[in-house]
């Protein structure tokens, strides 16, 4: 698992335009990293929309808002346009991304153990270290949560700062 200060894995993964992104394009960005286990599934549709209603001030925090499951760029596609999402999703179907950011894991539920991917958020600053890890999320109230955080690592203004 993740931790403060950690170097971000890096990746490399496929959108729901099937265009190739990297963690590399969002230099000079903050980065929210979010993974979800199902598209169009009751909390990953929760979040999928909190985090489309905040888009606007993540952009205006220089933030870059990306979703991660294991779904396909065609179910990735058939998410967006059925809730009209303003995120970016990336389709992991091999699952290494989930992995090289330790989501991938062993639950167990009524007594029977399977491996599911474990819904987390992952907050990466402009030099490319992890900010914040944030395993097994509630998808309610999320989005806003990491908006605020998001918001703790913006430069103070002259004023701001005057005030204390």
């Known amino acids: ?5 950690q170097e971000a894995p ?4 496929i959108n729901q335009n099937n265009q190739l ?12 990293l979010y993974f979800y286990p ?16 905040l888009a606007q001030e993540f952009a205006d925090l220089d933030t870059a808002v990306i979703g991660v499951s294991k779904d396909t760029c065609e179910s ?6 059925k809730y009209n999402l303003n995120v970016q ?11 090289k950011y330790g989501v ?17 958020t992952f907050i990466i600053n402009k030099d490319g270290k992890v900010e914040e890890a ?3 999320v509630n998808p309610e109230g999320h989005a806003q949560e990491v908006l605020e955080k998001v918001r703790r690592l913006a430069p103070k203004t002259e004023s701001e700062e005057a005030a204390g």
Request: proline residues 1%; contains cysteine; negative net charge.
């Open 38 to 53: 199902k598209d169009d599934t009751p909390g990953c549709t929760i979040e999928a929309n909190d985090f489309t209603s």
């Open 1 to 5: 698992m993740l931790e403060k200060d």
């Open 89 to 99: 999703l990336l389709a992991d179907t091999s699952g290494d991304l989930c992995n």
């Open 21 to 32: 992104v990297y963690l590399s394009d969002c230099h000079g960005k903050n980065v929210v």
């Open 104 to 120: 991938w894991q062993e639950v167990e539920k009524e007594g029977e153990k399977k491996m599911k991917v474990v819904r987390s």
């Open 10 to 13: 890096f990746f490399r993964a």
């Open 76 to 81: 990735h596609r058939a998410f967006i346009d």
């Open 134 to 136: 944030m395993y097994n």
